[in-house]
């Protein structure tokens, strides 16, 4: 079943094999494709997926660093003659979308210090706290400096029992933006914005030749935070899931009604959001069905990956949603339990497939997480569990090995180690590279080019 068809909206995949989004850290500083770029999507064509997912795309024009952007028109020859290499190197076997997202504002840690002399807000229920928590009265009618320099000589305890939960959340580990900020305008008017957004940037993704996007609904970003348990907004658009699904479909539905009808549209989307009270796996069967019953082509599942549950970062750094338990669970590691990564999520796309198809739909389901065998591949195709095998890391570690299943040539697949020395690169915004081959040299081929720190070469070789 591997390497059977499957239909995906109008389009035929010539197998069930997915390398799903991975941001590399290869984009320009102005979100533009490089040459680097090109070279990594390049590199995975060779093992011909039936699918390559191009990375998190961001869909505003606006500074993001080194993530690729499409918010503009200038962006689109860049992913053109990204889109063309995957589509010469694959000899056109594989169907290329792009993931389009969204994201709120995040901040790094700041500097104690700096932080209380100079972001935080001050009004009376603080000074109120602040003098019953220190015994001191006079602290209440103290100038604003001289009340700043007491919270910079109290205690972290003192601090964490007078701050909102918000502002100690911003001083311990940085202020992040929550759809459920609905007192900032462009919170606010995220539903009337987003759709408009997103359909941009899909039909930019059709001009460039992409075959289809995935819209972004998953990890720590606006979309899945509008799906959230979490999301409590009081707008319409949250609180019981028949209004968190609201502006995923509309986004949907005006994205469907811009770009051609032969162009592929479909979601990634959480299986469980592994924080606590956060979705959980009914509530994103649900979900699923929604979307099938509104016509999306495809529903790729991932998990966890939220802010919620992040590690504290060290001051002068952002919060990254991959270093707690929900983070590991989006990219478990051997280490994770005595389960361990492999298979892991198959009964949730099991669980999301039955209600699926109970509701008489055909859309296509992925499957992701620690999926690096045939054995395991094929047996979650054969009972249905899901109708395409998703492998990142597996892929990252040797993007032939696809090839290498399908001829037979299983013995020769480098196999991923599942211990994220790519997912800590990841993390600090290097250029991720797997350490099974980032320093090996094959006799006689070209040097090989290099990382910005000159140690590690940037595509895997031709083994
Ligand atoms: C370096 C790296 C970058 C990733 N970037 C993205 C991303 O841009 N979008 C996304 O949906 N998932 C991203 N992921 C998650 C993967 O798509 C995948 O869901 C996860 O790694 C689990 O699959 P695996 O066990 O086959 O690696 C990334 C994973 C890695 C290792
Ligand atoms: S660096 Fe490690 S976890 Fe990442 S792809 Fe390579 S072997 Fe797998």
């Given at each position: 079943m591997l390497f059977s068809q499957r239909r995906i909206g109008a389009r035929t995949a010539l197998g069930r094999t997915w390398v799903p989004a991975m941001v590399?850290?290869?984009?320009?500083?102005?979100g533009f494709v490089s040459d680097d770029v090109v070279d990594w999507y390049g590199r995975f064509a060779d093992g011909r997926p039936a699918v390559l997912v191009v990375e998190a795309t961001?869909?505003?024009?606006?500074?993001?660093?080194?993530l690729l952007r499409?918010?503009?028109?200038?962006?689109v020859p860049g992913l053109a003659r990204l889109a063309a290499e995957v589509r010469r190197r694959s000899g056109g076997e594989t169907l290329l979308f792009l993931q389009i997202l969204d994201f709120l504002a995040i901040k790094r840690r700041p500097e104690r210090a700096k932080f209380l002399r100079r972001f935080l807000g001050i009004d009376s229920g603080l000074r109120t706290r602040v003098a019953a928590r220190l015994g001191d009265d006079c602290v209440a009618s103290l100038d604003d400096a001289a009340f700043r320099e007491r919270l910079v000589g109290a205690t972290d305890d003192d601090l964490r029992g007078v701050l909102t939960a918000r502002d100690w959340e911003s001083l311990s580990v940085g202020f992040r933006e929550r759809v459920?900020?609905?007192?900032?305008p462009h919170v606010r008017e995220l539903p009337a914005v987003l759709p408009g957004l997103f359909a941009s940037a899909a039909r930019r993704a059709s001009d460039a030749g992409f075959d289809g996007v995935e819209l972004?609904?998953?990890?720590?970003y606006t979309m899945a935070s509008f799906l959230s348990?979490?999301?409590?907004?009081?707008?319409?658009?949250?609180?019981?899931r028949e209004q968190r699904v609201r502006l995923p479909l509309d986004v949907f539905r005006t994205v469907r009604t811009s770009v051609p009808t032969d162009f592929v549209v479909g979601c990634r989307m959480l299986a469980?959001?592994?924080?606590?009270g956060g979705t959980r796996v009914a509530d994103a069967a649900w979900f699923a069905t929604q979307f099938a019953a509104a016509g999306m082509d495809f529903i790729s599942l991932s998990k966890g990956g939220k802010f919620d549950d992040a590690k504290q970062p060290a001051v002068g750094e952002a919060a990254y949603p991959y270093t707690g338990p929900s983070g590991h669970e989006c990219m478990?590691?051997?280490?994770?339990?005595?389960?361990?990564?492999?298979?892991?999520n198959v009964a949730l796309a099991a669980a999301v497939s039955t209600a699926v198809r109970a509701a008489g739909h055909d859309t296509p389901v992925v499957a992701a997480g620690g999926l690096n065998s045939f054995e395991i591949a094929e047996a979650a195709l054969a009972r249905g569990d899901a109708d395409f095998v998703a492998a990142a890391r597996q892929s990252l570690a040797d993007p032939d090995w696809w090839l290498k299943m399908r001829s037979g040539r299983g013995a020769e697949i480098r196999r991923c180690?599942?211990?994220n020395y790519c997912e800590a690169l990841d993390q600090r915004h290097l250029q991720v590279t797997c350490r099974l081959w980032d320093r090996l040299r094959v006799p006689g081929e070209p040097e090989p080019k290099l990382s910005h720190d000159g140690r590690r070469r940037l595509v895997p070789p031709v083994a």
């Open positions: 590399p850290w290869r984009a320009t500083d102005d961001g869909i505003r024009d606006v500074p993001s660093g080194p499409i918010g503009d028109d200038r962006f459920t900020d609905t007192d900032v972004h609904y998953a990890h720590a348990a979490t999301n409590t907004r009081a707008d319409g658009f949250g609180g019981p469980d959001e592994v924080v606590v478990p590691t051997v280490r994770i339990d005595a389960r361990g990564p492999f298979g892991r180690e599942y211990t």
